[in-house]
């Protein structure tokens, strides 16, 4: 029992995060420092410069990140939430009871979950009421508000935590693949997301007095297990002690339906595990959008079933999409925190942001997690199929390369001497394999490096159907109900340049195939670029959007600045394409050493690599 | 001129360890040819460089007259290929992994459909083809790699254990498959383990021991060489394989201790 308790608390940390060779008791130090850093650092701040800050709201804020935190970290974690059929088909021959195996999982998550919260509101609960206690409180006092602040924390994750155990047990009984399943997780792990982003402005005591006074639906929660704190402290305000109880309650039938569906799952688990072929796998929507081109089609619908499906690719979306929406929400909310009234034109430009605040923060989630493979072991398909030739440039394919005219070629869109001036020497050396393409056609085969193209190509596909599409649309909608239709034809013409634009930058010189390649963190060089990202992604949002409400009264400009804008997107990508041609193929880095896990029931109970 | 493929010495190392040693062979068509060798003896690496997937250290790989080398993608066009493990994406289902295989070759339309709704009838998945390719058996996944690998109507057929997880019934329709195939004026090479499925299904055989090719030649003409009934014989001779019977006396009398 304790080496399967062991086994299962060691196995939280030892995933696809973990770094081949890494050591999970480094992991679990390094990320239990992440999280006690905000509770130090904001009570390092107060000490420090003497201030203080209000205590309710300051309280509010650590329960709401603890809440947020412990929901994430189930969702995080969400396979490992039950026993699963690997678990059940390495343990259940072995001599020990089965319900023994789900007593060791149930507390070591149970020792997880204390040891997290207890980690992210070590120095909150500690420190806070000491720092905020006033000059003549007792140390009985101090010590009383720390356990009700140590309670309300604990009450608050843990029905949270509660909660997502009890969906994910629902989950498995009723469907795990079901679509709306996967599409919950993924709004509640947006949601979380943005949450985390909006809660320090919890701490503004004006916010807080407005969200307590009368609490909406989505930040009741808070305020119930806040009530716990404030009870249990006395607080002066009477209207503490029945959100407290409703807060009792609230725990006590997150725990009732955390127990009945977790029983329930684990029932199941036999028939899950043994089952073969079960269940019914349907393409997502967007599948019904592929291209013509076969192999473009082909890439373009395993990219999308990946997204929809893998949980990993899944949840770094939702990342950026809670990033996303935490930014448009954020933004919206300064501007009101900031300006007591604000302009018309602050106010409209803040709105016409969010759809290419959406679409560039999307599209940048949808590339890096191109960059992420998927069972890197099985991309010996695309390898063993790439049917394409390597130096040879299929002249007659492509645009801006000459072609032989006796055969029927659609005619250059572009003069040769301007085309030699934009594409310099990558169209010399085009042209000088013009010779050998042409012999091809005569020969009668096919044009080669045009696939390879194809297949890249459909990268860029998956961005305009899940980036630029849905909010083109949401802002084409928003503008048509809030300004009219004249403006919403504006804003989809302005946003979808741009959003083109933004999506042939991101997708410069990427010749790979969507989740078929090793990935290697640190690539992207984060901490050297990452203040000029930022700088450069919100100028284009923001700045545009400013600029796009500046010239309203001037449609003429809206329109030349959608046309130039237009063109550099076009401009981008037919360099893009002809460089994608004259690869030698798609781009695929050799596959990292496997790596084995053992249980090592003997002895040792440590888990290592071989 | 039907297609043959030729290894000139070929040679590959890892770290400077020699896995394969200038194995020379020609495989013609209308030839189904067994590879066979002992674990570690250079088989997969020998399929792999056949297949592309990993470059020779030294020599070369013809066919049809040309160094694959010189234009890979025409002779991938013209390869099925079937890997030793069963590496497939596990969220697709059957029916999708088969439909992005076939679309990676450039199939598509109802000719696609057509050839994939009947290759999953034939190997008798059409009722799991919408399930997830992670609840599918050994012997299922076995199943789509063979599918997969002769949608586009290959010229040559590259089978690294093909029968692995495969039932009775699936073991006979691939030998008959392999026979078709033959017929058809196709190449087939079947690196295996499984004697008896060799012995029965090629015509020819190669061993390879320690990255080296010991024997090339008919089970026949090898057994009358070597004065062997069964191609079992053949083998232990030509690896030298301890006996069998000794080392599991051995090892019983170990766990008995």
């Given at each position: 029992?304790?080496?399967?308790?062991?086994?299962f608390?060691?196995?939280?940390?030892?995933?696809?995060?973990?770094?081949?060779?890494?050591?999970?008791?480094?992991?679990?130090?390094?990320?239990?420092?992440?999280?006690?850093?905000?509770?130090?650092?904001v009570?390092?701040v107060?000490?420090?410069?003497?201030?203080?800050?209000?205590?309710?709201?300051?309280?509010?804020?650590?329960l709401?990140?603890?809440?947020?935190?412990?929901?994430?970290?189930?969702?995080?974690?969400w396979?490992?939430?039950?026993p699963?059929?690997l678990?059940?088909?390495?343990?259940?021959?072995?001599?020990?009871?089965?319900?023994?195996?789900?007593?060791?999982?149930?507390?070591?998550?149970?020792?997880?979950?204390?040891?997290?919260?207890?980690?992210v509101?070590?120095?909150?609960?500690s420190?806070?009421?000491?720092?905020?206690?006033a000059?003549?409180?007792?140390?009985?006092?101090?010590?009383?508000?720390?356990?009700?602040?140590?309670?309300?924390?604990?009450?608050?994750?843990?029905?949270?935590f509660l909660?997502?155990?009890a969906?994910?047990?629902?989950?498995?009984?009723?469907?795990?693949g079901?679509?709306?399943?996967?599409?919950?997780?993924?709004?509640?792990?947006?949601?979380?997301?943005?949450?985390?982003?909006?809660?320090?402005?919890?701490?503004?005591?004006?916010?807080?007095?407005?969200?307590?006074?009368?609490?909406?639906?989505?930040?009741?929660?808070?305020?119930?297990?806040?009530?716990?704190?404030?009870?249990?402290?006395?607080?002066?305000s009477?209207a503490?002690?029945?959100?407290?109880?409703?807060?009792?309650r609230?725990?006590?039938?997150?725990l009732?339906?955390?127990?009945?569906?977790?029983?329930?799952?684990?029932?199941?688990?036999?028939?899950?595990?043994?089952?073969?072929?079960?269940g019914r796998?349907?393409?997502?929507?967007?599948?019904?959008?592929?291209?013509?081109?076969?192999?473009?089609?082909?890439?373009?619908?395993?990219?999308?079933?990946?997204?929809a499906?893998?949980?990993?690719?899944?949840?770094?979306?939702?990342?950026?999409?809670?990033?996303?929406?935490?930014?448009?929400?954020?933004?919206?909310?300064?501007?009101?925190?900031?300006?007591?009234?604000?302009?018309?034109?602050?106010?409209?430009?803040?709105?016409?942001?969010?759809?290419?605040?959406?679409?560039?923060?999307?599209?940048?989630?949808?590339?890096?997690?191109?960059a992420?493979?998927?069972e890197?072991?099985?991309?010996?398909?695309?390898?063993?199929?790439?049917?394409?030739a390597?130096?040879?440039?299929?002249?007659?394919?492509?645009?801006?390369?000459?072609?032989?005219?006796?055969?029927?070629?659609?005619p250059?869109?572009?003069p040769p001497?301007?085309?030699?001036?934009?594409?310099?020497?990558?169209?010399?050396?085009?042209?000088?394999?013009?010779?050998?393409?042409?012999?091809?056609?005569?020969?009668?085969?096919?044009?080669?490096n045009?696939?390879?193209a194809?297949?890249?190509?459909?990268?860029?596909?998956?961005?305009?159907?899940?980036?630029?599409?849905?909010?083109?649309l949401?802002?084409?909608v928003?503008?048509?109900?809030?300004?009219?239709?004249?403006?919403?034809?504006?804003?989809?013409?302005?946003c979808?340049?741009?959003?083109?634009l933004?999506?042939?930058?991101?997708l410069?010189?990427?010749?790979?195939?969507?989740?078929?390649?090793?990935?290697?963190?640190?690539?992207?060089?984060?901490?050297?670029?990452?203040?000029?990202?930022w700088l450069?992604?919100?100028?284009?949002?923001?700045g545009?959007?400013?600029?796009?409400?500046?010239?309203?009264?001037?449609?003429?400009?809206?329109?030349?600045?959608?046309?130039?804008?237009?063109?550099?997107?076009i401009?981008?990508?037919?360099w893009?394409?002809?460089?994608?041609?004259?690869?030698?193929?798609?781009q695929?880095?050799?596959?990292?050493?496997?790596?084995?896990?053992?249980?090592?029931?003997?002895?040792?109970?440590?888990?290592?690599?071989s | 001129?039907?297609?043959?493929?030729?290894?000139r010495?070929?040679?590959?190392?890892?770290?400077?360890?020699?896995?394969?040693?200038?194995?020379?062979?020609?495989?013609?068509?209308?030839e189904?040819c067994?590879?066979?060798?002992?674990n570690?003896?250079?088989?997969?690496t020998t399929?792999?460089?056949?297949?592309?997937?990993?470059?020779?250290s030294?020599?070369?790989?013809?066919?049809a007259?040309?160094?694959?080398?010189?234009?890979?993608?025409?002779?991938?066009?013209?390869?099925?290929?079937?890997?030793?493990?069963a590496?497939?994406?596990?969220?697709?289902?059957?029916?999708?992994?088969?439909?992005?295989?076939?679309?990676?070759?450039?199939?598509?339309?109802?000719?696609?459909k057509?050839?994939?709704?009947?290759?999953?009838?034939?190997?008798?998945?059409?009722?799991?083809?919408?399930?997830?390719?992670?609840?599918?058996?050994?012997?299922?996944?076995?199943?789509?790699?063979?599918?997969?690998?002769?949608?586009?109507d290959?010229?040559?057929?590259?089978?690294?254990?093909?029968?692995?997880?495969?039932?009775?019934s699936?073991?006979?329709?691939?030998?008959?498959?392999f026979?078709?195939?033959?017929?058809?004026?196709?190449?087939?090479?079947?690196?295996?383990?499984?004697?008896a499925?060799?012995?029965?299904?090629?015509?020819?055989?190669?061993?390879?021991?320690?990255?080296?090719?010991?024997?090339?030649?008919?089970?026949?003409?090898?057994?009358?060489?070597?004065?062997?009934?069964s191609?079992?014989?053949?083998?232990?001779?030509l690896?030298?394989?301890?006996?069998?019977?000794?080392?599991?006396?051995?090892l019983?009398?170990?766990?008995?201790?």
């Amino acid at each position: 029992m304790r080496l399967l308790f062991r086994f299962f608390l060691r196995s939280f940390f030892v995933g696809d995060g973990l770094a081949p060779g890494s050591d999970p008791s480094t992991l679990a130090i390094t990320a239990a420092a992440f999280f006690a850093a905000p509770g130090l650092a904001v009570c390092m701040v107060m000490t420090v410069s003497g201030s203080k800050l209000n205590t309710d709201p300051a309280v509010a804020f650590f329960l709401a990140l603890s809440m947020i935190l412990a929901g994430l970290l189930a969702l995080v974690l969400w396979d490992d939430l039950l026993p699963n059929r690997l678990d059940f088909l390495i343990l259940r021959p072995q001599p020990l009871p089965w319900s023994r195996a789900v007593l060791a999982k149930l507390c070591a998550w149970g020792v997880l979950m204390t040891a997290f919260i207890a980690t992210v509101n070590l120095f909150s609960c500690s420190m806070l009421p000491i720092v905020n206690a006033a000059d003549q409180a007792s140390g009985i006092a101090v010590l009383r508000r720390m356990g009700a602040q140590a309670l309300g924390v604990a009450a608050g994750s843990a029905w949270i935590f509660l909660w997502i155990l009890a969906l994910r047990g629902a989950a498995a009984v009723f469907g795990e693949g079901r679509p709306v399943v996967r599409a919950a997780r993924l709004a509640l792990t947006a949601a979380l997301l943005a949450a985390i982003v909006l809660s320090p402005e919890l701490t503004e005591p004006d916010i807080y007095r407005h969200l307590a006074g009368a609490p909406p639906l989505w930040c009741a929660p808070l305020f119930w297990f806040l009530g716990i704190t404030h009870a249990l402290t006395g607080h002066a305000s009477a209207a503490w002690a029945p959100l407290a109880w409703i807060g009792a309650r609230q725990l006590a039938a997150a725990l009732a339906a955390a127990a009945l569906f977790y029983a329930w799952s684990c029932w199941q688990l036999p028939r899950r595990a043994l089952a073969t072929a079960s269940g019914r796998t349907r393409g997502p929507w967007p599948s019904a959008f592929a291209a013509g081109e076969p192999r473009r089609a082909a890439v373009y619908r395993f990219a999308l079933a990946t997204l929809a499906r893998s949980r990993r690719h899944s949840l770094l979306l939702a990342a950026w999409l809670g990033f996303a929406l935490a930014v448009v929400l954020a933004s919206l909310a300064s501007l009101t925190w900031t300006f007591p009234s604000p302009t018309l034109a602050q106010t409209d430009a803040v709105a016409l942001a969010a759809p290419l605040v959406l679409c560039c923060l999307i599209a940048v989630g949808l590339r890096h997690a191109f960059a992420i493979p998927i069972e890197i072991r099985a991309n010996w398909l695309f390898r063993v199929a790439e049917t394409e030739a390597a130096p040879v440039a299929a002249a007659s394919e492509l645009p801006f390369t000459a072609t032989s005219r006796s055969r029927g070629g659609v005619p250059p869109a572009v003069p040769p001497r301007w085309r030699q001036a934009i594409f310099g020497r990558l169209h010399l050396d085009r042209l000088r394999r013009r010779g050998e393409a042409d012999q091809r056609e005569a020969r009668g085969e096919a044009p080669q490096n045009v696939a390879v193209a194809q297949r890249l190509l459909a990268a860029r596909d998956i961005l305009l159907a899940l980036a630029v599409l849905p909010p083109l649309l949401l802002g084409a909608v928003l503008a048509w109900r809030i300004w009219g239709w004249n403006i919403a034809l504006l804003q989809v013409l302005f946003c979808g340049s741009l959003m083109l634009l933004w999506i042939e930058a991101l997708l410069l010189r990427f010749p790979k195939i969507p989740f078929t390649c090793p990935y290697v963190s640190g690539r992207a060089n984060l901490k050297l670029w990452g203040f000029a990202y930022w700088l450069t992604f919100s100028t284009f949002a923001f700045g545009s959007a400013a600029l796009e409400r500046r010239w309203w009264p001037h449609p003429d400009r809206i329109v030349a600045a959608s046309a130039a804008a237009l063109a550099a997107a076009i401009a981008l990508r037919l360099w893009n394409r002809n460089w994608l041609a004259a690869l030698p193929g798609c781009q695929f880095e050799d596959a990292p050493e496997p790596v084995v896990q053992q249980l090592f029931f003997g002895a040792g109970t440590d888990l290592s690599r071989s | 001129m039907a297609p043959a493929l030729e290894l000139r010495e070929v040679s590959r190392s890892f770290a400077r360890v020699p896995v394969v040693r200038g194995v020379s062979f020609t495989l013609r068509a209308g030839e189904v040819c067994g590879y066979l060798g002992a674990n570690g003896s250079g088989k997969t690496t020998t399929v792999r460089m056949l297949v592309g997937l990993l470059p020779p250290s030294s020599g070369d790989i013809w066919f049809a007259g040309q160094n694959i080398e010189a234009n890979p993608g025409a002779y991938k066009a013209r390869l099925g290929y079937v890997p030793e493990e069963a590496y497939l994406y596990p969220h697709l289902s059957g029916i999708e992994y088969l439909e992005l295989a076939a679309g990676l070759r450039g199939l598509a339309g109802p000719a696609a459909k057509q050839k994939i709704g009947g290759a999953l009838e034939i190997f008798g998945l059409s009722g799991s083809a919408e399930s997830a390719l992670e609840t599918y058996s050994k012997g299922m996944k076995q199943k789509i790699l063979l599918a997969a690998a002769m949608l586009h109507d290959p010229d040559v057929l590259i089978l690294d254990e093909p029968l692995s997880g495969l039932d009775v019934s699936a073991v006979l329709l691939v030998r008959c498959i392999f026979a078709a195939l033959a017929r058809r004026g196709k190449i087939v090479l079947h690196s295996s383990h499984d004697l008896a499925v060799v012995e029965k299904v090629c015509a020819r055989v190669i061993v390879l021991h320690q990255g080296r090719v010991v024997a090339d030649d008919s089970v026949a003409n090898l057994g009358a060489l070597m004065h062997h009934e069964s191609l079992e014989d053949i083998f232990k001779e030509l690896t030298h394989q301890a006996d069998p019977t000794r080392s599991a006396e051995d090892l019983v009398e170990l766990m008995e201790r």
